[in-house]
């Protein structure tokens, strides 16, 4: 025995080091082996266990990596003690208790964590089956030696009843706890009914007989269902009419070693499982007009699928079927057939076949020595838990909750996928917390070397919980890797202690100052102590002063402790592109009067931007008196000025004509043009010395010197399209005088003269001077092209006539019109002059009343006399604005 222990130890201790390396591997289930076959050796020594070899292959066999739908456990505590001394038979389960059936004739009543709450010494043979009610207070028991007892939990209400054959089954009636439902079956080679009379006497009736052992019976509602050797029926208690017989499949195995296993799903669905064939059955009515001599009911066979093992047991889930399935298999030792673990499956149900959803290797207890009549599958059906028996095993199979989906994930490293399935079911798991997840995700992460994105995920794990944010900053510097946790350091709700963000800091001034610079930009200057900060950054100045990096942020410190000062000479000496901003930001113009030449320097349109933006702050003269000794710079800036504002820079603009000569001549001509306040004659002494012609010819004509300017033109220039445009601008006949004279002996002047003089000055003028003889380029072409314009101009002449005459015609008409429209004259018309009614109120006077077109209505009495030979006369009021259509008048008498 010592000897069989040792090997047991060694065995043991081998299987547990394959089966935990298979489990770092990814394979299925070997937790399971591993903890079911420890059990098994150590409280069962004296069952024969298998092979080290033989069991390390199956659990080597299934690798996915698909998660388990159930998950499984030993009933324990008192079912321990009991099968240590005796074999389970069979079981059966109410939601309040469970009921345990013996080899040696016990049957125990068992809490769901598999204490013992009462015992029944029923038989001194093995019990065959347990019954309850659905109440539960009520049982049926049947064992081998053909006793049966039917007795009430928590009444003295008893029946027994000796037959002298073994009775297999027995079923209580559902609601045999009502009074008028005091019924039971038995089956063992008769299908028997005992009802309880109004005497209470239990009287029996045959249901079924003839077709050998009855070895299952199933009750639900008024159907029952049994099985015997030649197949299913199913009995309608309330007709007492059997309606359907679904046979046995297979004929050759013995019914006694694969016996049927029934399951109703509902009140109407039966589930058949015998051998390797499973049915599902669905109770039906018949149509009244099939009837005839035929059951009111009928069963189809909706489902039917055949299995890879022998069914043991059968269970609903949800839409689903869980099959218990006995297996055999050749030993590859010995080559023999032999009894391997049975498995546990979820199957969905086909039309013809099934679709396979988990399959799960089961290591019972004595499983090598067990026949498939030994194993049973019983479930509970309001928490989906189902309960496998076997002689020296319970297991219990649960569906996996979300904490199992969880602790799946972890094992297998998923922590991605746990914390979202703990995000999404936080109100239900009960044995994780996000946090913890959350932590492990970020350990795992710094693990495998992942810095950057387990820092990422602090910020949604560790969220606003200060004290976790400090110590993975710490945990971070340990493994060096502040730098990649620095981007993702909470800096509004919450803050960290300034030590916090001074240490990251400090971190990068060693390695990185353009990290360094980044984060003083993204960083609140509040932060952390600036001024700690400062005295770091200056120290490393000490060894690198040149370095623009660390001055640029110098500068930003400086401003974030509102040394504005100071950052404003380390922008300039930079020449940086944000020292306009902070100048706009902090008000620094009082800091800037004596810069203003720095700042034009480093950007000249910016700085006139704003110089002029802010000139109450720093006025045009302070300006001007800074920038004399840079006159390209003060021409920049007062040239914006003039464009901004012709007037504010008055006093300016002769030094302006000085300096557009100098710097920007193509603006000088503008300039002149626009400007009301520069002096003329400087302007044009200043163009004269630098011989700039355009700029003289417009001074010329803008000071009445129109005849020196185009001789400049004609002269300097030679350009007649030039001379010729500027005597259109003059209009001056003068001008075209001199035009011509100057380009009478010039043929060119006078091709030019010819194309453009038509519409301007007759060009009989130009021809009639022209010498005899001379040549002229294009003289024919331009001769057509006057005549074309004569020509045109007479158009445009009739055109217009034509034009007035009917728009005239048109207006005329419709004044006549107007004029022959009658006026209403009634009592509340006034004459315009006395204001008295028009109309007389008696209305045999006579009277004479004067209407003008114009709708003014006067007595002919108040009309004052004309003094003018004619005899028209015109409205009073009307005549002092204008001669209109009042001119005329209506006369009316009576």
Not at 318 to 327: A, G
Not at 640 to 663: M, P, T, V, W
Request: glycine share 4%.
């Amino acid at each position: 025995m010592e000897t069989l222990n040792f090997e047991l130890f060694l065995l043991c201790l081998s299987f547990l080091s394959k089966g935990l390396k298979a489990l770092l591997k990814g394979k299925y289930c070997s937790v399971m082996c591993v903890l079911s076959y420890l059990s098994l050796c150590f409280l069962c020594p004296f069952q024969e266990t298998r092979s080290y070899e033989e069991s390390t292959d199956e659990s080597e066999e299934d690798e996915s990596e698909e998660e388990p739908k159930l998950k499984y456990e030993r009933l324990s505590n008192g079912v321990t003690e009991i099968l240590q001394k005796d074999a389970a038979s069979c079981m059966t389960v109410h939601e309040k208790f469970l009921a345990l059936g013996t080899h040696y004739g016990k049957v125990y009543l068992l809490d769901v964590q598999g204490n013992i709450t009462q015992k029944f010494d029923v038989s001194p043979v093995k019990i065959n089956q347990i019954s309850l009610d659905e109440s539960g207070e009520h049982m049926g028991v049947c064992s081998e030696d053909g006793k049966v007892q039917v007795f009430g939990l928590y009444s003295a209400e008893e029946f027994h009843e000796m037959f002298d054959c073994p009775i297999k089954i027995v079923a209580v009636h559902p609601q045999f706890v009502r009074s008028h439902f005091k019924q039971f079956v038995t089956g063992g080679k008769k299908l028997l009914l005992y009802e309880r009379s109004w005497m209470n006497r239990w009287k029996p009736s045959v249901l079924h007989e003839g077709e050998g052992n009855i070895r299952n019976i199933k009750w639900r509602g008024h159907l029952i269902a049994w099985a015997n050797n030649m197949g299913v029926k199913i009995l309608d208690m309330i007709s007492k009419q059997r309606i359907t017989n679904v046979p046995r499949d297979d004929i050759s195995l013995r019914p006694d070693m694969y016996p049927c296993s029934l399951c109703w799903k509902d009140n109407l669905t039966l589930i058949i499982g015998w051998g390797n064939s499973v049915k599902i059955c669905s109770v039906k009515e018949r149509h009244a007009s099939e009837m005839r001599d035929l059951p009111n009911r009928y069963v189809e066979i909706v489902f039917q699928f055949d299995t890879e093992f022998y069914v043991s047991g059968l269970a609903p889930l949800c839409d689903q079927l869980v099959i218990l399935s006995y297996v055999k298999e050749i030993s590859e030792k010995t080559e023999v057939e032999c009894c391997a673990r049975p498995r546990l499956d979820i199957v969905q149900p086909l039309p013809e076949s099934c679709e396979e959803i988990s399959s799960d290797a089961l290591t019972v207890r004595g499983f090598q020595e067990n026949e498939c009549r030994d194993y049973h599958l019983e479930y509970s059906e309001g928490e989906s838990l189902f309960y496998i028996i076997s002689p020296r095993d319970v297991v219990v199979a649960k569906e996996r909750d979300q904490d199992d989906h969880i602790d799946w994930l972890l094992e297998k490293k998923k922590y991605e996928e746990a914390l979202m399935a703990a995000e999404i079911s936080q109100k239900t798991i009960k044995k994780h917390k996000i946090l913890d997840i959350g932590l492990a995700y970020i350990n795992h992460l710094v693990e495998k070397g992942e810095y950057d994105l387990a820092a990422r995920k602090c910020q949604k794990i560790l969220g606003k919980n200060t004290e976790l944010w400090e110590f993975e900053v710490y945990k971070f510097k340990e493994i060096g890797q502040l730098k990649a946790i620095s981007r993702y350091l909470p800096r509004r709700d919450p803050v960290l202690k300034p030590l916090i963000y001074e240490m990251v800091l400090h971190e990068f001034l060693e390695s990185d100052y353009e990290g360094f610079a980044t984060l003083i930009k993204e960083w609140p200057g509040d932060l952390y102590n600036n001024t700690i900060i400062v005295q770091a950054v200056v120290d490393h100045l000490k060894k690198d002063p040149q370095n623009r990096t660390l001055l640029q942020t110098l500068a930003e410190l400086y401003t974030y402790d509102q040394r504005y000062g100071r950052a404003l000479e380390i922008y300039l000496t930079l020449r940086h592109k944000d020292v306009f901003q902070l100048i706009h930001k902090h008000n620094l113009f009082s800091s800037i009067r004596d810069k203003i030449v720095l700042l034009m320097d480093f950007d000249s349109e910016k700085a006139v931007d704003m110089l002029l933006d802010n000139e109450d702050k720093i006025s045009i003269d302070r300006v001007v008196e800074e920038l004399e000794n840079r006159p390209e710079l003060q021409h920049v800036y007062l040239h914006k000025l003039f464009k901004r504002d012709h007037h504010k820079g008055q006093r300016y603009h002769e030094k302006q004509i000085s300096l557009y000569a100098e710097y920007d001549r193509p603006n000088l001509l503008p300039f002149l043009r626009d400007s009301t306040h520069c002096p003329l004659e400087k302007a044009l002494e200043i163009c004269q010395q630098r011989n700039f012609v355009e700029e003289t010819v417009y001074l010329l004509s803008r000071m009445g010197n129109s005849r020196s300017a185009l001789k400049m033109i004609m002269e300097e220039l030679q350009d007649v399209d030039k001379a010729i445009e500027f005597a259109k601008e003059q209009d001056d006949g003068e001008l075209w005088e001199d035009l011509i004279l100057y380009s009478i002996d010039k043929p060119p002047f006078i091709t030019g003269l010819l194309n453009n003089i038509g519409t301007h000055v007759d060009p009989i003028l130009l021809i009639h001077r022209i010498k005899e003889g001379m040549e002229i380029p294009n003289l024919r072409d331009s001769l057509v092209k006057i005549l074309q314009d004569y020509n045109l101009q007479i158009l445009l002449r009739e055109g217009c006539k034509k034009i007035l005459v009917a728009d005239s015609l048109s207006l005329l008409k419709k004044m006549h019109r107007t004029q022959m429209k009658g006026v209403l004259v009634d009592e509340e018309n006034i004459c315009e002059s006395c204001l008295s009614p028009i109309l007389p109120s008696d209305a045999s006077k006579s009277f004479s009343v004067v209407v003008f077109h114009c709708r003014h209505m006067f007595h002919r009495e108040c009309l004052p006399v004309s003094n003018t030979v004619s005899s028209v006369q015109f409205c009073n009021i009307c005549s002092a604005k204008h001669r209109g259509p009042g001119s005329a008048v209506l006369e009316m008498k009576k």
